[in-house]
């Protein structure tokens, strides 16, 4: 079973809206978390980390950590076409690289 | 600043040929670097990590070899390709043991037929 899950597997959004997503984990083990951004045909990118309970903001892009729960979530504001992309959670037990893993991703299109 | 390099992008090859898929890492000495295999618009499977030169660990059992002959290379190989090595290879690095967001090449792009 995949250790990190996403939800949606895909949404749409209309230029300017907000763009909404979750991941949540099976392992209590894991407690530090990343979102990627993946465009077609290109590798992933590293949006933010988040380590700590609450709220991280980054530009346009909120994300949101509750460990007690293993659930995180990644918030678009004023979403633009350019951010029509595969989001990938990531969670790791240490800050490490080599125990990540990654969700199942979300593709969100952002209609103009 | 860092720059890294996949090569080749794309290859059509047949099964049971040899493959060898290549990275390099400019700007940055003594990285971690890996090796990640995705499906088409699948998820991101780990294949292999390394630390050092000449020191690589298997993640997952894919009739796949990877090596590290330099501190800025890193090459995935195998002797037989299988219609299920067909993806999108990626190699990455990230700093050693600090932070550890990984950096992602543009990925090699691989049909097995």
């Known amino acids: 079973q995949q250790k990190v899950q996403q939800s949606p597997e895909s949404l749409s959004v209309p230029e300017g809206g907000m763009a909404s997503f979750n991941c949540t984990s099976s392992d209590r083990n894991f407690q530090y978390f990343w979102w990627y951004r993946q465009h077609s045909g290109e590798g992933p990118k590293a949006l933010m980390s988040i380590f700590s309970d609450g709220d991280k903001k980054e530009g346009r892009f909120t994300a949101h950590l509750n460990k007690a729960s293993l659930h995180v979530s990644l918030h678009i504001r004023d979403s633009q076409p350019s951010d029509s992309a595969l989001y990938f959670c990531?969670?790791?037990?240490?800050?490490?690289?080599?125990?990540?893993?990654f969700g199942t991703g979300t593709t969100v299109s952002v209609s103009p | 600043a860092q720059t890294i390099h996949q090569w080749p992008v794309a290859e059509i090859k047949a099964v049971g040929s040899p493959l060898s898929l290549g990275c390099t890492i400019k700007g940055k000495s003594s990285p971690n670097l890996y090796w990640y295999w995705q499906a088409t618009g699948g998820t991101l499977q780990q294949l292999f990590y390394s630390i050092t030169v000449g020191q690589v660990e298997s993640v997952v059992q894919l009739n796949l070899s990877a090596s590290r002959p330099k501190d800025d290379q890193f090459i995935l190989s195998t002797e037989k390709l299988l219609l299920s090595h067909s993806g999108f290879y990626l190699c990455?690095?990230?700093?050693?043991?600090?932070?550890?967001?990984?950096?992602f090449g543009e990925g090699s792009r691989l049909i097995v037929v």
């Open positions: 990455a690095w990230s700093l050693r043991d600090s932070g550890n967001t990984l950096y």
């Open positions: 990531a969670a790791s037990s240490y800050q490490g690289g080599r125990a990540l893993i």
